[in-house]
């Protein structure tokens, strides 16, 4: 058997060699083609969410509640002039601007929607399907209006309490529930929460499930005079404050 030269071996290797990188580079061309094939998007804008201006819930029902009082307040949780009154105190706030591309969500469809998430605790994508709005659109609208009411109203309704404020509520509390030397009533609530990313058991309640806590004092007239908001739901004490959400 004759024995093949050095340079035939060595071409066969060298075309051995192409080819196995021929092929690596194919196939890394391959995923990256069908990983931009799946992350392709299938629409600009959802045939469900391009009719929202005439079949979305704000578009096509709150018009006519605005006929019936008692509807209305059932819907948003509030009067007519309530939620104006709140409109006029956010809209600087959540208001957006029209674009060559596309209409904005107006500031009383924004301040809606977050009602109804609020008052209802139904979940963003029952919401989507309402609205008509893409549920990470309504996720960044609820946060920005909660943020806007906050900014905008916790100085009238919510101010941090002072000494006056204590004694005449302790006042009020002897006065009509024959209570003195109260100065609030305490009381709280787990809320059920996903489990947060590597936060081990700080959230783990007595109760055996994952929640955060919200924590109130109520004054005898049955308004908030203090709140204290997002305490891990192990904690089974808390040192009570006033704190932004």
Same mark, same amino acid.
């Given at each position: 058997?004759?024995? @093949?030269?050095?340079?035939? /071996?060595?071409?066969?290797? $060298?075309?051995?060699?192409?080819?196995?990188?021929?092929?690596?580079?194919?196939?890394?061309? !391959?995923?990256?083609?069908?990983?931009? @094939?799946?992350?392709?998007?299938?629409?600009? /804008?959802?045939?469900?969410?391009?009719?929202?201006? #005439?079949?979305?819930?704000?578009?096509?029902?709150?018009?006519?509640? =605005? %006929?019936? *009082?008692?509807?209305?307040?059932?819907?948003?949780?509030?009067?007519?002039?309530?939620?104006?009154?709140?409109?006029?105190?956010?809209?600087?706030?959540?208001?957006?601007? %029209?674009?060559?591309? +596309?209409?904005?969500? #107006?500031?009383?469809?924004?301040?809606?929607?977050?009602? +109804?998430?609020?008052?209802?605790?139904?979940?963003?994508?029952?919401?989507?399907?309402?609205?008509?709005?893409?549920?990470?659109?309504?996720?960044?609208?609820?946060?920005?209006?909660?943020?806007? *009411?906050?900014?905008?109203?916790?100085?009238?309704?919510?101010?941090?309490?002072?000494? $006056? /404020?204590? $004694?005449? =509520?302790? !006042?009020? &509390?002897?006065?009509?529930? #024959?209570?003195? =030397?109260?100065?609030?009533?305490?009381?709280?609530?787990?809320?059920? /929460?996903?489990?947060?990313?590597?936060?081990?058991?700080?959230?783990? =309640?007595?109760?055996?499930?994952?929640?955060?806590?919200?924590?109130?004092?109520?004054?005898?007239?049955?308004?908030?005079?203090?709140? %204290?908001?997002?305490?891990?739901?192990?904690? +089974?004490?808390?040192? &009570?404050?006033?704190?932004?959400?």
């Amino acid at each position: 058997m004759m024995e @093949r030269p050095m340079d035939s /071996i060595y071409m066969d290797m $060298e075309m051995e060699f192409a080819l196995a990188h021929a092929y690596a580079v194919a196939c890394s061309h !391959q995923r990256e083609r069908e990983k931009r @094939r799946w992350s392709r998007r299938r629409f600009w /804008i959802h045939p469900i969410l391009e009719v929202r201006e #005439s079949r979305g819930a704000y578009h096509s029902l709150f018009g006519e509640l =605005n %006929d019936n *009082l008692e509807k209305y307040f059932q819907y948003t949780r509030m009067s007519q002039d309530s939620f104006r009154y709140l409109l006029r105190r956010v809209e600087g706030s959540i208001g957006r601007q %029209d674009t060559q591309l +596309r209409r904005a969500i #107006s500031a009383e469809e924004r301040l809606l929607v977050t009602l +109804r998430f609020l008052a209802t605790g139904e979940t963003l994508r029952s919401l989507h399907f309402q609205f008509r709005i893409g549920v990470s659109t309504l996720s960044g609208i609820i946060a920005e209006t909660c943020r806007a *009411l906050w900014d905008n109203l916790r100085e009238e309704f919510l101010p941090v309490p002072t000494r $006056e /404020i204590w $004694e005449a =509520n302790a !006042q009020k &509390f002897e006065e009509v529930c #024959s209570f003195p =030397n109260c100065i609030g009533a305490v009381d709280g609530k787990h809320i059920r /929460i996903t489990k947060p990313g590597k936060s081990g058991s700080l959230f783990y =309640n007595y109760k055996k499930y994952f929640s955060t806590v919200l924590m109130a004092i109520a004054g005898a007239d049955c308004r908030f005079l203090a709140v %204290d908001i997002a305490f891990q739901g192990a904690v +089974r004490y808390w040192t &009570f404050y006033r704190s932004t959400p």
